[in-house]
């Protein structure tokens, strides 16, 4: 149907009006939609109590179409009547403009809207199926209350695992100090080494100041985490983190480190400037504040765009890295026993059987590349990709030693969980948005317009960008254009625009580095490490979400050479030393009270035992002797 002739009523009402028929579900649902989005410049009425204040439009008029009536009389039906009515909201005047201006977009809309009119019980079933009971528009304020504060404990949990292990790792007596490391790369670079490695550690490079940025960390992250003036905290936590991420050298280039300072520094635009106190309500079941802060749209899209990144990047490059164990699903049949710190319930996941495995695969791969769209879906497809994306995660950490990677991915997916499902699953109604008086910010106030313009400058560098990165991982060998990739490489040293995708080549053999010490070159014990294997006995164990980084490295020291490791000649040197600061991140020195007099790495194949082999030997790895990784040294030739 093409508009109705033009009319007019008699006895016009001095606010717009938009009739709808009352009996319609579809309707009912829609009208609380745009109740909400006009604010009160428009009236709502059913028909069935307002047909009789206006003769000139007929019955049947009324039940085949919705009726729009402007305070000067004029008539509209159907799509325009929707139309009209949305153009009290600034943001929707772009409907009726192109109604009248874009060929195609009038006929096109009235007859969308004459098939929904035909077909108002599937109309209103899709709608329900989709949105459930509220079709308005979400809010997140839970969402931004549980994300927030759970970043806070996330980098909380980060510092802390840190500041454990900052000594022995680039300590003045560590493996790789980094007072030894900044004045190398200066005589490098010059003036650029500031800017290609941005820390507060240019200031000060002792131990005593890199215990100062751990303990610095832990309390901002208190402080955040309790609402303490939540954005400038976060912005010194990112400092400190990214001060300890340089630093840290290779110890800190991990995927989650940088996730952890991108999803960081997003975070700054979504939280509050003012006492979190009194933003947002402590405990659940409690109403949200009338002093409520509003929760910015432009860097919630941020961090679920950030999340979509992550998921979808991780996917693909699975897909595209050319592994074929990933296209035939038997990723898993390596997998438990080669990734770096398995758990003892990745033990047990390694039992379980072929055709498990591969569903686990598929099932990892649609999740990380079809589910992150539903990022961008109405509620209820969007609590379903919520959901999924959880289990995996919950599942990945269950059977291996992921640190924080999980609990930060959770943490960005309950970004996706709005008010309304919220109150639903507490069983209370959900309050609407435009019924709560919240007090507005002050648009003149210099700290709102700076918020502003950073967040739109954000999204308008960092989109390019990201878009960039996603792309690379459908075309590997792709370069950028030369300006966008000059632009990347000024702020890559920030750590706040990164490209994810862990395992996109799976590890299908497990090669142990085992370090050895000797007093007389004869006789070797060796050094036993806190969480990666060694003893076949003992048990894999459990440490996320703390990261005993060192244990880490080893894992990646066994796919290359010692050339490429020379951290791993640090350590030597440091245990020939007798460091007690290296020493302190194993779990057993065999010589505590006098250094050995030689150092050696052995290289050994290991693999997870059978149930039977369990049961006989009490082993829980088997492992195989292939060769000498480091030879025999002293400290007189390191020196």
Known sequence: MINEPRLRVSNP????????????????????????????????????????????????????????????????????????????????????????????????????????????????????????????????????????????????????????????????????????????????????????????????????????????????????TFGIAPALSLIAIFVFYLSLTIAGQIFLNFQWDVLLLEAGFLSVFLAPWRLWSQDVALWPGSPIPATAAPVSRAGLFLLKFLLFKLMLMSGVVKLTSGDDSWWNLTALDYHYWSQPLPTVFGWWADKSPEWFKHFSVAFCLV???????????????????????????????????????????????????????????????????????????????????????????????????????????????????????????????????????????????????????SADGMDWLPYEFKWKPGDVKRAPGWCAPHQPRLDWQMWFAALETPRENSWLVGLNFRLLQGSHDASGLLARNPFPDKPPRYIRAMFYRYRFTTVNELRQTGAWWKRQELREYLPAISLDQLQ
């Open 367 to 517: 999740v990380e590349i079809i589910v992150p769209f539903f990022i961008w879906a109405p509620r209820r497809p969007r609590l379903i990709a919520a959901g999924l994306m959880i289990f995996l995660q919950l599942a990945i950490g269950l059977t291996g030693n992921y640190c924080f990677f999980n609990l930060l991915t959770i943490a960005l997916c309950l970004l996706l969980i709005d008010d309304a499902a919220v109150f639903r699953v507490e069983g209370r109604a959900p309050a609407s948005p435009a019924s709560q008086k919240f007090r507005p910010p002050n648009a003149r106030s210099i700290t709102y317009r700076l918020s502003i313009y950073a967040v739109a400058l954000v999204v308008i560098v960092t989109l390019p960008i990201n878009a960039w990165l996603i792309f690379s991982a459908f075309k590997p060998q792709a370069r950028p254009p030369r300006a966008l990739a000059k632009l990347y490489e000024q702020l890559e040293a920030f750590r706040i625009l990164n490209g994810y995708g862990l395992f996109r080549v799976m590890t299908k053999d497990r090669d142990e580095i085992i370090i050895e010490g």
């Open 13 to 224: 009402r001095s606010k717009p009006l938009l009739i709808w028929d009352g009996e319609c579900d579809f309707c009912r649902l829609w009208i609380e939609c745009w109740r909400e989005i006009t604010a009160g410049k428009v009236d709502y009425a059913s028909y069935q109590e307002a047909a009789g204040r206006f003769p000139e439009i007929s019955i049947e008029q009324f039940k085949r179409s919705m009726v729009f009536i402007e305070p000067d009389g004029q008539v509209f039906f159907a799509a325009e009547a929707v139309y009209r009515s949305l153009r009290c909201r600034g943001s929707r005047k772009w409907l009726t403009w192109s109604y009248h201006h874009v060929p195609g977009f009038a006929a096109i809309s009235e007859t969308g809207y004459n098939f929904i009119a035909r077909h108002r019980n599937l109309a209103s079933a899709v709608t329900r199926l989709l949105w459930g009971k509220d079709v308005r528009r979400p809010t997140y304020f839970w969402a931004r209350r549980w994300f927030l504060r759970a970043l806070g404990m996330i980098y909380l949990i980060a510092f802390v695992s840190l500041w454990v292990q900052v000594d022995g790792l680039i300590g003045s007596d560590g493996m790789s100090p980094v007072n030894q490391f900044l004045p190398a790369a200066h005589a490098q670079l010059g003036r650029n080494a500031y800017t290609f490695l941005p820390t507060l550690c240019w200031l000060d490079s002792s131990n005593a100041f890199l215990h100062f940025l751990c303990a610095g960390g832990v309390i901002l992250s208190l402080l955040f």
